[in-house]
């Protein structure tokens, strides 16, 4: 490089180093240095239509062999490179295949400095004829060697990952004889450890790597438990989380430890992208649990369902107060990062044009494409996410603020809770948001009106109980942790926080207005604290059991939900959808968008309308009822002669009895008044609530699944709730744009 300019050791001249030509010639030293090329075997910005087509000009034509270049033959391998603000999608594959399809090339590779993959070509299908593999040919590669990569079809790298973990928690399985569930919960610490002492190592405080299994050996001579001093630093790292007791111990044999460190140090899990590490660690979590504590992973077609059906922008904030292994808040994850970088690469490729219509030169216009493609990288760069990062990069960086200021979640179990915030590690390193909590307790950026989207699968079946009660580990927070919240959250958080405090001895039960008796479902309770969680107008997805909608003895909790949001949609499941994940009740899915404030008003004065109207229909009944049951009681004096000074006794007794028979019958009356004052009142509110949903009257959107991408054993089946390859031939429209419609044109629907 010199002042602005790159040189191409291919075209033997200096090129204007733009974001495009940057990654092409970077790649070139690739092929060179790694895969053996020489210059005399690859040609650059060739066409592969002939003349008269310009744009279909690959990056890279690389031959076999010089002589085949010379004597004008096709092309081995195709190479498509794109700037590294772009996003490497389906039109870069197909581009790329288009242009072998062109060259009868039987590979081709796409390429920035984001993504790599590897496609060979069957010329002899028609379009789409490409097919992932693991890597392209090597300069050195026989036939024989190239007919084998042609054969093999990409094996994923996060699979030996995944089987590295597995290795890993088969070890301490079978030496240390602990179930399944036991040794997830060991693995995760030494997991978190090695992430731990990675952090440490990339952001320079400390400069030797301690999660090696040379160093723990020579510990061993210092340390009786040198594993155990590692974990005491993580245990620091995450203390405001609560995911570990502060005696909490690595439980393993110190050659069970050597080994797993071992098997691990070779993957610096860092530098491995999200998507292979992330997918790793859930392919592990899977064939780990399956079966044992499934309950807690929600099947990946709901979780995408759901996400779907909130439409997750840039700048929402998300909560799953049950978050299980973290399913929807990774998948709100991965979709606001894809919109981040589609919107990246949008505004480049609009800049360039404008830039491209303007009289500079060429090197003018080179040099305002890197500084716009130096800003936008400071945009999405996921190392600004790391500490090494200055407080204005982390500022600038949407990906670091999606990931470390707009996910939260919590779970009242501890493994769980772990599970969730290694996951989210593993997908995107924002994990600060992720605790090990009771979900309908207020916890660092967990309170009331915080959120936008809420979307959870809490456990169904339990009871809360009186019993259940506020403790005070619930608000213990470090002093330095709390300054922060503080600092991060303002008035609302100290606000949120000291209305727990104020609660703590009584029962978790007062903080919520649902509970009619001293123990309630917990999905029902679910319901109200995910409301509570949603700012105005914020939307809310949950998991129910079927009961909810239709017990005639729950009807006050539809009541609840009613009074507070809009019900958008209900999506009745089959009964087997949550059958692998060892759970068989009949469940729904309901979508809610809570009430602006000012919807909040008009109902409000609506329901008190109403209600006024209903009652003064039947005022004079009412007040004719509340007569009778204010008539006071009968006395003997009621019943003596008036104007005689002295009554004998007998006078006295029979006023008496008169008295009682009289009070007898009024009592009779009085009784038959409450209970149809009683009677009245339900009438009245039944009345007053069917006149209100006339007045407030909107469309719901009701569906009834059949296929939702999951059979009762686990395995994978047609889906009709969003569009996929896996739809059932006889659906023309899945759920999820059959909701959409409606959505726009509601009056129109059945």
Request: one cysteine or more; charged letters at 35%.
């Amino acid at each position: 490089r010199r002042h602005g300019e790159i040189y191409s050791h291919i075209r033997k001249k200096w090129l204007i180093e733009t974001p495009e030509e940057r990654v092409r010639q970077e790649y070139l030293c690739v092929l060179v240095n790694e895969y053996g090329y020489s210059l005399d075997q690859i040609d650059e910005e060739l066409s592969v239509t002939g003349k008269g087509s310009g744009d279909a000009r690959a990056d890279f034509l690389v031959w076999r062999t010089h002589q085949e270049k010379a004597d004008k033959k096709t092309a081995l391998i195709v190479i498509e490179c794109k700037a590294d603000n772009v996003t490497i999608d389906n039109k870069t594959y197909l581009q790329g295949a288009n242009y072998a399809q062109y060259e009868r090339a039987k590979f081709f590779a796409t390429h920035n400095n984001r993504e790599t993959k590897f496609w060979k070509v069957d010329l002899e299908r028609r379009m789409p004829n490409y097919d992932e593999i693991e890597d392209i040919p090597h300069a050195e590669a026989t036939d024989k060697e190239i007919e084998e990569i042609i054969s093999r079809l990409k094996v994923f790298r996060e699979d030996e990952f995944a089987d590295l973990l597995h290795q890993c928690h088969n070890i301490i399985r079978n030496r240390e004889k602990l179930d399944p569930a036991a040794a997830f919960d060991e693995i995760a610490k030494i997991l978190f450890v090695k992430v731990c002492f990675e952090r440490k190592l990339k952001t320079g405080k400390q400069r030797k790597n301690l999660f090696t299994k040379d160093f723990l050996v020579q510990q061993k001579d210092l340390y009786e438990d040198p594993i155990d001093t590692l974990f005491a630093e993580t245990k620091k790292e995450y203390r405001a989380d609560k995911i570990f007791e502060q005696d909490e111990k690595i439980n393993l044999k110190f050659n069970t430890v050597k080994d797993i460190i071992e098997k691990l140090e070779r993957y610096n899990l860092s530098d491995t992208s999200e998507d292979v590490k992330g997918i790793a660690f859930e392919k592990f979590l899977g064939r780990t649990f399956r079966g044992e504590i499934g309950q807690f992973f929600t099947p990946r077609t709901i979780v995408e369902f759901m996400i779907r059906m909130v439409e997750p922008k840039e700048g929402d904030v998300i909560c799953d107060p049950a978050s299980g292994s973290g399913g929807f808040l990774i998948r709100f994850f991965e979709i606001v990062r894809e919109h981040i970088l589609r919107d990246v690469d949008n505004e480049y490729r609009k800049y360039k044009e404008e830039i491209e219509a303007k009289k500079y030169t060429k090197k003018k216009k080179a040099e305002l494409l890197r500084q716009k493609y130096e800003q936008l990288q400071r945009q999405i760069n996921p190392y600004a996410s790391r500490a090494e990062s200055s407080r204005d990069d982390r500022q600038l960086s949407r990906i670091w603020k999606l990931a470390n200021t707009c996910i939260y979640g919590c779970d009242a179990n501890d493994r769980m809770a772990r599970t969730s915030k290694m996951n989210m590690i593993m997908h995107g390193d924002g994990h600060g948001g992720i605790h090990h909590h009771d979900g309908f307790i207020n916890v660092n950026g967990i309170f009331e009106e915080r959120f936008k989207i809420v979307l959870t699968n809490p456990p169904f079946g339990a009871n809360v109980e009186e019993s259940d009660i506020i403790e005070e580990s619930h608000v213990a927070i470090p002093e330095d942790v709390e300054k922060k919240y503080k600092t991060d959250y303002g008035k609302l958080y100290k606000e949120a926080i000291d209305k727990v405090r104020a609660a703590v001895g009584k029962p978790i039960l007062d903080l919520f207005d649902l509970p009619k008796t001293g123990r309630i479902k917990t999905e029902i309770l679910f319901i109200e604290r995910c409301l509570a969680l949603l700012e105005p107008g914020g939307k809310l997805g949950i998991v129910l059991p079927e009961g909810i909608f239709n017990n005639p003895s729950l009807a006050y909790v539809r009541e609840y939900c009613e009074d507070r949001a809009f019900i958008r949609a209900v999506v009745s499941l089959p009964q087997e959808t949550f059958f692998s994940s060892g759970a068989s009740v009949k469940a729904s899915l309901l979508f809610m968008q809570k009430f602006t404030k000012k919807e909040k008003a008009e109902f409000d004065a609506l329901k008190a309308s109403t209600l006024v109207e209903i009652e003064g229909k039947y005022k004079e009944y009412k007040t004719q009822l509340q007569e009778v049951i204010a008539k006071p009681n009968y006395n003997q004096s009621d019943f003596l002669a008036e104007g005689m000074k002295n009554n004998s006794k007998e006078q006295k007794a029979q006023a008496s009895d008169k008295a009682k028979e009289a009070n007898s019958k009024l009592k009779e009356e009085k009784d038959k008044a409450k209970k149809a004052l009683k009677e009245l009142e339900e009438i009245i509110t039944k009345e007053a609530r069917a006149l209100l949903k006339e007045r407030f009257n909107y469309p719901i959107f009701m569906y009834e699944a059949e296929k939702v991408g999951i059979t009762a054993t686990g395995e994978a089946d047609y889906n009709e709730l969003y569009p996929s390859d896996n739809m059932p031939p006889d659906v023309e429209k899945t759920c999820l744009e059959l909701y959409r419609e409606f959505r726009m044109s509601p009056e129109k629907q059945k």
